[in-house]
Structure formats: C-alpha cells, structure tokens
C-alpha cells in the first residue's frame, strides 16, 4: 500500500494496529485453493498474489483518489 501510493512513506502501522478477540461476525478459516477449478475447467491464475496486491492497492488509489492517513 505504501509502494502503490495509497498510504504515505511514514505510515506508522504499529500506531495503527489494534489486535482484538474474534468477533460475532468474523470467519474462523479462510483460504483460497483453486485446484479443483484448475482440475474440472483448466484454470490457472496468471497473477501472483503479489502483484495481484499491488494492482488492487494502485486501483484504491486511483478509485478513490486520496491517500490513507
């Protein structure tokens, strides 16, 4: 996000980060596994997760126009 622009170079993460319990809402598991679309319709994804952050992060800003303080 900082790479992308959307948050600024001093972004203080530590001073931003608040660590609680599960909430009602929350999902206990998540994971993405995309075998079986790859096994029964040949999906494969062309891009890493990566780069696939860093589009979604420039999209954000470009979308939104501002930077996260």
């Known amino acids: 996000m900082v790479r992308a622009g959307v948050l600024p170079t001093d972004y203080d993460f530590e001073g931003h980060r608040e660590l609680v319990g599960m909430q009602a ?8 596994d995309s075998s ?7 999906f494969k994804p062309e891009i890493g997760i ?3 952050l860093r589009a979604f992060a420039e999209w954000y800003k470009e979308y939104y126009g501002r930077v996260v303080r």
């Open 50 to 52: 990566r780069e696939g």
């Open 36 to 42: 079986v679309l790859g096994r029964d319709y040949g």
């Open 25 to 32: 809402v929350d999902v206990p598991v998540t994971y993405a």
